[in-house]
């Protein structure tokens, strides 16, 4: 290992997660559901489709910039919201700063360990992340919290299963770590000194609590498991739902989990201003084909009227690039900077978005574009039958 702790891939940052990490926290990360076959291909197939790349005429300056749910991004690579817990001492706020550092934005999930205040602190492109949890007031009085700490946009995750069991187990996570739990935990956490030594060195031991989901700033959120208990308990929402929580936010707002054409267009109708095409990372229902291939057909169906962003499976810059010559905007990653995080906190997540930036700009070269806005279908290779059209 270098001795700065730099990595030259996600691959690279995610063997160093498991080698730092004590098993539990590990399996929370890679998460998935049931046989994995979604969370399989995500990510393989971004291996079935080819670059179309040009020798000669090409730009020696390329922009990566771009525009999404009202913010300017330096690269179309926004971090994902993602709820863990005990990963790292400062969590959310480390990742923050490294967004602000390259310029991008951030979602931050409601389920995260780091209060609103402290993320907005830190970067002022910051998306708050809610389910449809606790009903129409609670959800009200959580993003009017998220406003007055200065989120720029709210997204609402609306695909999940609560589907229990994976073939390759569970973690153990506990509603609390007191002593009895530390002492379950202890074989494990002992194993993995160097993430103790983190917590240790910080003063404080993770405390899986909430606190976005708290009655305001400064209150003790409900733990991990209560938040996850009232969003089972309540009711999924309807479209109606969706359009008065769209309403009453105001301002940028992104509709996250889209995988059929039908729903794309419930989304525009409810005046959505982004949607992501995604399949959670592949931990909601198991089956659902991987994400890229649902994105072209909602990228025709829907692309001129709402801002189409894609996540789940991203791993390199030319990912990236192949997402958004298949018609996104921008794309959203979720475990390639939990495991940079992982594995070299701050500094971990800037060295991912820098592996998603160097990727980016080596295939637009290779590609003869000079921005990432020339990118489109020419660019890439797609085989027959890869594509799903879901609910056309
Ligand atoms: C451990 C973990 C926790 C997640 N928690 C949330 C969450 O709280 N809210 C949410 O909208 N998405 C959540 N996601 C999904 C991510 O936002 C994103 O859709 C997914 O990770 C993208 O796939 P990728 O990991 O292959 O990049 C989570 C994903 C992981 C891996």
């Not at 990653?333 to 700009?361: C, T």
Request: aromatic share 8%; proline share 5%.
């Amino acid at each position: 290992m270098s001795s700065t702790g730099w990595f030259e891939t996600v691959a690279e940052a995610q063997r160093r997660a498991e080698k730092r990490l004590p098993r539990s926290v590990y399996k929370a990360l890679l998460a998935g559901s049931e046989r994995g076959l979604t969370y399989e291909d995500n990510v393989a197939a971004f291996s079935e489709l080819g670059f179309a790349p040009h020798v000669a005429g090409g730009s020696a300056e390329r922009s990566l910039s771009t525009h999404v749910m009202g913010v300017d991004l330096a690269l179309p690579v926004i971090i994902s919201p993602t709820g863990v817990q005990a990963v790292h001492p400062e969590g959310e706020v480390a990742v923050a700063r490294a967004a602000a550092a390259r310029g991008t934005a951030m979602g931050l999930s409601s389920f995260g360990s780091s209060a609103i205040e402290d993320v907005c602190a830190v970067n002022d492109k910051v998306f708050f992340q809610s389910y449809w949890s606790g009903g129409r007031e609670v959800i009200e009085s959580r993003m009017e919290r998220a406003r007055a700490a200065g989120a720029k946009g709210v997204i609402a995750t609306l695909d999940w299963t609560f589907s229990h069991g994976r073939d390759w187990g569970s973690p153990a996570i506990p509603e609390k770590l007191d002593p009895k739990a530390m002492a379950r935990f202890a074989p494990e956490v002992l194993l993995k000194p160097r993430w103790l030594t983190g917590f240790v060195r910080s003063g404080a031991l993770p405390d899986l609590t909430t606190p976005n989901l708290a009655g305001g700033p400064g209150e003790k959120g409900p733990t991990f498991f209560g938040a996850y208990g009232e969003w089972m308990t309540t009711p999924p929402p309807t479209w109606d739902d969706i359009a008065w929580m769209r309403e009453t936010w105001g301002g940028p707002f992104m509709v996250k989990g889209i995988s059929r054409i039908d729903d794309a267009k419930r989304a525009v109708d409810a005046g959505v201003t982004a949607i992501s095409v995604s399949t959670h990372g592949g931990n909601n229902l198991d089956g659902t084909p991987g994400a890229i291939r649902m994105l072209p057909g909602i990228a025709d169906a829907v692309g001129d009227q709402v801002e189409v962003v894609f996540d789940s499976g991203i791993r390199r810059g030319s990912d990236v690039v192949k997402a958004l010559a298949l018609g996104a905007k921008a794309v959203m990653i979720g475990r390639a900077y939990l495991w940079g995080l992982s594995a070299n906190g701050q500094a971990g997540v800037e060295n991912v978005l820098d592996i998603m930036s160097g990727g980016i700009s080596s295939a637009l070269l290779g590609l003869g574009r000079s921005s990432v806005q020339e990118l489109g279908r020419d660019d890439v290779l797609v085989p027959d039958g890869f594509t799903r059209t879901l609910g056309a």
